[in-house]
């Protein structure tokens, strides 16, 4: 728009329009008229066009996340942004769209900036663009905008609370679900005991520690020297080592050489006999001797002597 150009002329017919209005139009909350006139400068304004693609991308973001935990920190930040922004500048908006109306005057200060410069740098500068901006506007638009930017703001608060509120119950409502599944666990688990305990088709085992250690190795020998016949019986013995045997042994009462009775191996429980071995006649015993030898056994006994008797 040039300064020579009336006032009057249909709005951003030239212009960029003022960035709060990009905004609404992305919302579809502007007039038809205003609708149909940002439409045809976007066609023309390629600025304005990158504008609109990041505030619908803004929009779309928040939208997107408003089921997810929280909205995306980077697009809800900077919408918030811009709301407060615009909040804070619409105020000035009525006096200066007023004094356009009854002065209409030229456009002197209206050469134009970059769309990004209005309300994108510091307050001073944004101020500035505005009193650029303003006589361009209509009382009514700007109410209108100022009351379309704190409805999106009391909405992002709105909706701010709401997550907030629905976050607080989902974790209300996954506490209470934990604890009635514990229960019903609970609940669950003293039925089945209950019932295995009450079960007329069960067996009931008693079971106890270890069997106690086996008793002490006892063995007894009936001797008879005159017929050299001998019964030699045993329990409780220890199993023994591989490639081992237990030897019994006539200890003489002449104090002669121990003569050997024979091996034996006690069976898996403990148990040996000798029946009537062949033994020499005559031969008195002071004693009977038990060693363990070699497998086959050894002709002279091998310490020590484990069990004895006389
Ligand atoms: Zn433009």
């Not at 779309?60 to 809800?76: G, I, M, N, Q």
């Not at 005559?282 to 006389?310: C, H, L, N, R, W």
Request: glycine residues 6%.
């Amino acid at each position: 728009m040039s300064p020579n150009q009336p006032a009057q002329n249909p709005p951003f017919s030239g212009s960029h329009p003022d960035p709060a209005v990009l905004p609404l139009y992305a919302m579809q909350l502007l007039a038809p008229e205003e609708t149909e006139a940002i439409a045809q400068h976007l066609a023309r304004c390629t600025d304005c066009r990158a504008e609109l693609a990041r505030i619908q991308g803004d929009l779309a973001l928040t939208a997107l996340t408003v089921d997810l935990e929280a909205p995306a920190a980077a697009a809800r930040q900077r919408l918030l942004d811009q709301v407060a922004r615009e909040t804070k500048i619409v105020p000035a908006a009525p006096q200066a769209a007023v004094q356009a109306q009854t002065q209409a005057p030229p456009q002197t200060q209206s050469q134009l900036k970059p769309i990004a410069a209005y309300g994108r740098s510091d307050s001073s500068s944004s101020v500035l663009s505005i009193e650029d901006h303003q006589p361009k506007r209509s009382l009514g638009r700007a109410v209108f905008a100022g009351a379309g930017w704190a409805t999106a703001a009391a909405l992002a608060v709105a909706a701010g609370f709401l997550l907030k509120d629905r976050q607080s119950l989902r974790d209300t409502i996954a506490l209470r679900t934990s604890e009635v599944m514990r229960l019903n666990t609970d609940a669950a688990a003293a039925h089945q005991l209950m019932d295995a305990l009450t079960d007329p088709g069960a067996v009931r085992v008693t079971l106890t520690a270890q069997p106690l250690p086996r008793a002490q190795p006892i063995a007894g020998v009936t001797y008879n020297p005159d017929k050299g016949s001998l019964v030699f019986l045993a329990s409780n013995l220890d199993p023994l080592q591989q490639y081992k045997a237990y030897e019994l042994w006539i200890i003489p009462a002449d104090s002669s050489a121990p003569i050997p009775v024979g091996t034996f191996h006690p069976d898996l429980q403990g148990n040996a006999s000798i029946v009537m071995p062949d033994l020499p006649k005559g031969v008195p015993a002071k004693a009977f001797g038990i060693t363990i030898e070699p497998d086959g056994g050894s002709q002279t006994p091998t310490m020590p002597i484990i069990m004895a008797g006389s």
